[in-house]
């Protein structure tokens, strides 16, 4: 219980809304100091998980602990969780300095030090010099920014984070994702980060746990998630896949619409999918070896910068392949191709 | 669209605003500058004079700053009740709007068949309690008893008010709030009383400009007995001894301090919001 001196450990947690179970037995454990994505589709349960942490919504069981300690019948201001909303939430009537010393105020910090501190704060989010502007005058990233540390105002044992990008234009989120993650990473502080956003998750968390129906699917480092997903869901919804529905026969040996490939895994054999990644498909040259080789013809692509994103149909299904630019340039549709992967790429389920 | 025809547009309610609102009032304004065809300040120096005129003037100050404050009181907490009503809303909303259909001529006797002398409510006490039907009933008959039939009309207008603030208010800075340690006093204080302050002061002066200017349900209730401003107006211009010029400076008064009241609720409402 040390080690999770002001960790979040969820045991069990559910939490239902009329018929619809919103969070159903989720059982979650984050360390201090650890930088946790929740992501999901909307309606996945991830907002209620995290009012259920920060004391907005009781779970109807389970148990939410922090630092060790039950969180049962602890009100809100009570449980000392910094809270950044999506909607940013900035007090209008209070300057930004205001706002980021609202929270030690009402604790009733001695003067001095909530100078101090709020001004240290302002300057750690890069607002040191709009301490004077109300909220209405600084624009969405800069009011998130207010918001931020006006969280960590009340030097708050967990942060939590709602979906605060997404009301952003995509370069502010960019930039304000990796502010995020460095002022995480220097305050130490243990972060439970939701998003409906994959890749956001993936770029900052050091662990990311995906979110279905109410329940965890998968939980697990940014890696992980993506190289080996647990789920057809997981596997779909992080990052893009190919997912190719077949048999495993046994031996190393995965037959799908009739071909056979050659792949790395310890599963029984039966009806099992298997899923590679658009990067992990390459031309086949003609002296190519790989027994793993795919035929079909180009039916589409999409420059996406330093790579091409090209859709071949084989088999009538259609695979996604990720092509240099370059390498992707020559290519029209109606081309034929011939697309190959490394045994270790494909990955069963 | 240019602005010359932009300006056009607003011809017709301009014509309509000029020859139905801003020439009677200067005329008003005008003819009350007169005593007996010389140009004079008697009219309005006889606020200070006469008592009927000072008490009528403080009588509807009083009245109307009740019904505001009660009205306000009352309509906070039953706006918020239909606000957080759910599926019923619509429907509460709709009954809210009933008395804001009704003149003030049936409200007022719609009191009197209450709780008059020998209204439904003082009989049906009087089975049960040893009262005296005309003392219980002689309130009604007062300027208070007026705060009370006025509040009948001017509570719905708080809460069709209130129900739209309620409805934009952002609850994630309550939450914001709490989640920062702040207790129910603060959060009462500092958020939510800023955030819906406008509507507050918005709403309550709506419900002092409605009662300084009211006349039905006074007239029925208390015919000119209880003197309040349009009362005495009213006197003025329809007894035998009419003082038309009397008459038109009081309304100009009843006018301006209407008018000074609610610039004084807007102020009080920008500062607030620039400063905020």
């Known amino acids: 219980m040390n080690a999770l001196k002001n960790g979040v450990e969820l045991t069990g947690v559910s939490k239902v809304y009329g018929n619809t179970t919103a969070v159903r037995d989720v059982s979650l454990a984050v360390k201090e100091g650890e930088f946790l994505s929740v992501v999901g589709p909307s309606g996945c349960g991830k907002t209620t998980m995290l009012r259920m942490i920060s004391g907005f919504a009781v779970p109807d069981s389970g148990d939410v602990r922090i630092g060790g300690e039950s969180m049962k019948g602890v009100p809100v201001r009570e449980r000392r969780v910094g809270i950044v909303f ?158 190719l529905r077949g048999v495993y026969e046994g031996g190393g040996r995965f037959t799908w619409n009739g071909r056979v490939f050659a792949v790395e895994t310890a599963r029984k054999p039966g009806p099992a999918t298997m899923t590679v990644r658009p990067e992990r498909l390459v031309p086949a040259g003609l002296d190519s070896k790989s027994p793993n080789v795919l035929e079909g013809h180009v039916v589409g692509k999409v420059f996406l910068g330093p790579l091409t994103r090209v859709a071949l149909s084989v088999e009538g299904e259609t695979l996604l392949m990720d092509l240099l630019s370059a390498a992707g340039e020559s290519l029209s549709v109606g081309d034929p191709l011939k697309a190959c992967f490394d045994g270790s790429d494909g990955h069963l389920l | 669209m240019n602005k010359a025809r932009l300006y056009l547009l607003l011809l017709p309610v301009t014509a309509v605003l000029a020859a139905f609102l801003a020439w009677p009032l200067l005329l008003v304004l005008w003819e009350s500058f007169f005593v007996a065809g010389n140009l004079s300040h008697a009219n309005y120096s006889s606020l200070f004079v006469k008592n009927l005129y000072r008490e009528s003037f403080f009588t509807s100050l009083a009245l109307s700053f009740s019904t505001a404050f009660l009205g306000t009181l009352i309509g906070l907490p039953v706006s918020y009740a239909i606000h957080k009503s759910g599926r019923h809303k619509s429907f509460l909303m709709a009954l809210t709007s009933v008395p804001l259909t009704f003149s003030g001529l049936v409200v007022g006797f719609a009191f009197i068949v209450l709780l008059g002398t020998s209204g439904f409510f003082t009989l049906l006490l009087k089975r049960f309690v040893d009262i005296n039907p005309l003392e219980f009933s002689a309130f009604l008959f007062t300027w208070r008893g007026l705060v009370v039939a006025y509040l009948y009309f001017l509570v719905p207008r708080m809460i069709l008010t209130m129900t739209v603030a309620w409805s934009n208010a952002d609850w994630s800075l309550i939450e914001a709030a709490t989640s920062l340690g702040a207790g129910r006093g603060i959060v009462f204080f500092r958020v939510l009383l800023p955030m819906l302050g406008p509507a507050i002061l918005s709403g309550s002066s709506l419900l002092f400009a409605v009662s300084m200017g009211a006349f039905g349900t006074a007239f029925a209730l208390t015919g000119t007995a209880v003197k309040i401003l349009p009362m005495v107006i009213y006197t003025q211009v329809s007894d035998m001894s009419s003082d038309i010029a009397q008459a038109d400076a009081l309304a100009i008064i009843l006018t301006v301090t209407t008018t000074l009241v609610i610039m004084l609720y807007e102020r009080t409402f920008r500062e607030k919001r620039t400063s905020a």
């Open chain 1, 86 to 243: 999506q909607n940013y939430a900035l007090f209008p009537n209070m300057t930004a300095y205001e706002n980021v010393a609202f929270g030690m105020k009402a604790q009733k910090w001695p003067k001095t030090k909530i100078e101090s501190k709020a001004t240290a704060l302002l300057e750690m989010v890069g607002m040191g010099d709009r301490a004077e502007a109300y909220p209405r005058q600084l624009s969405g990233g800069q009011q998130q920014r207010i918001a931020l540390a006006r969280a960590l105002g009340i030097e708050p044992r967990v942060l939590l984070l709602d979906e605060p990008l997404s009301a952003l234009d995509a370069k502010v989120r960019n930039t304000l994702r990796f502010e995020i993650k460095r002022i995480q990473r220097d305050s130490g502080i243990t972060t439970i980060y939701v998003t409906h956003d994959q890749e956001e998750a993936l770029s900052i968390s050091d662990r990311v746990a995906l979110m279905r129906g109410g329940a965890l699917e998968q939980v697990g480092t940014p890696a992980e998630l993506y190289a080996a997903p647990a789920s057809e869901f997981a596997a779909d919804f992080i990052g893009v896949n190919n997912i």
